[in-house]
């Protein structure tokens, strides 16, 4: 198993453009979601999602959207960056929600310039 | 406002020693509670979870919840070089959300 898989790595954005994180898991966990971590803070949770076809907003959603089409994927969407978006972005998965463990994937890191 | 409290540190501690990391908590609804390691550059990685009030204990590490005061801790034991991270102290409320601290740095000096 991969694991929960992220792309790209790197990316670095004017301000006003758009782009897409991709997260894809191999592992048939029903709930997934989207962190961003600023340096020296911790995870803040952006959106996340408890099955295909169903995702609801976390601490942070503005500025972003997200859909769940099927089990495996769950790409964020950056309509119009901004510099405040700069961050490192985690996608993880879990298999059920309360006291279950979440998998995270290796991050990308994005600079808007 | 669910938070969740972390002295950032850092924390440095002799190898061979136990480290001691505390976080402490806001929202009194938070029933789990997680320690992440998260080495520089890297993804956070699970150590441990806890939802019972006392004691839990794996290899090296220990965590500890005591609910009352509203208070988790993790305990290395035999602190190693290569625990030298940053570790996030995380809570859970029934919506299966976890709420992050900022985290704590540690250092086991050789």
Known sequence: NAGVTQTPKFRILKIGQSMTLQCTQDMNHNYMYWYRQDPGMGLKLIYYSVGAGITDKGEVPNGYNVSRSTTEDFPLRLELAAPSQTSVYFCASSYGGRSETQYFGPGTRLLVL | ?110
């Open chain 2, 1 to 110: 406002q669910k938070e969740v409290e972390q002295n950032s540190g850092p924390l440095s501690v002799p190898e061979g020693a136990i480290a001691s990391l505390n976080c402490t908590y806001s929202d009194r609804g938070s029933q789990s509670f997680f320690w992440y390691r998260q080495y520089s550059g890297k993804s956070p990685e699970l150590i441990m979870f806890i939802y019972s009030n006392g004691d839990k204990e794996d290899g090296r590490f220990t965590a500890q919840l005591n609910k009352a005061s509203q208070y988790v801790s993790l305990l290395i034991r035999d602190s190693q070089p290569s625990d030298s991270a940053t570790y996030l102290c995380a809570g859970q409320t029934g919506a299966n959300n976890l709420f992050f601290g900022t985290g704590t740095r540690l250092t086991v000096i050789p």
